[in-house]
C-alpha cells in the first residue's frame, strides 16, 4: 500500500467514525415531572454544572449547561427526574 492509499483509508475510516458519532448521550435529554416535583432544591444544590433552577416551585433543567451526569436523578427524593 502506497502512502497516499494509506492517506486516503485513514481519512475515509476517520470519516465514517465522525458521521456514525451521535455524541455521548445523543438525545437522552433529563427530564422533570412537575406533578412529583415539590420544589426541594436538592438537585440544584448537587448539579455540578448549574444546569438547574427553581423556578414557581419546580426543577427546570437547562438543556445547554446540563451533561446528563445523573446526579440529580439519583439525589431527588420524589423521583422526578429522569
Known amino acids: ?13 476517520g470519516m465514517i467514525l465522525l458521521a456514525s458519532c451521535k455524541g455521548p448521550l445523543g438525545n437522552t435529554m433529563l427530564t422533570v415531572d412537575t406533578t412529583r416535583c415539590v420544589g ?8 455540578p454544572y448549574d444546569a438547574i433552577e427553581i423556578i ?11 451533561h446528563q451526569c445523573n446526579r440529580c436523578v439519583e439525589i431527588c427524593p420524589e423521583g422526578a427526574i429522569y
Open 40 to 47: 426541594c432544591g436538592e438537585c440544584e444544590e448537587v448539579c
Open 56 to 66: 414557581d416551585g419546580d426543577a427546570v433543567i437547562d438543556p445547554g449547561l446540563c
Open 1 to 13: 500500500m502506497t502512502r497516499f492509499t494509506k492517506l486516503i483509508f485513514l481519512t475515509l475510516l
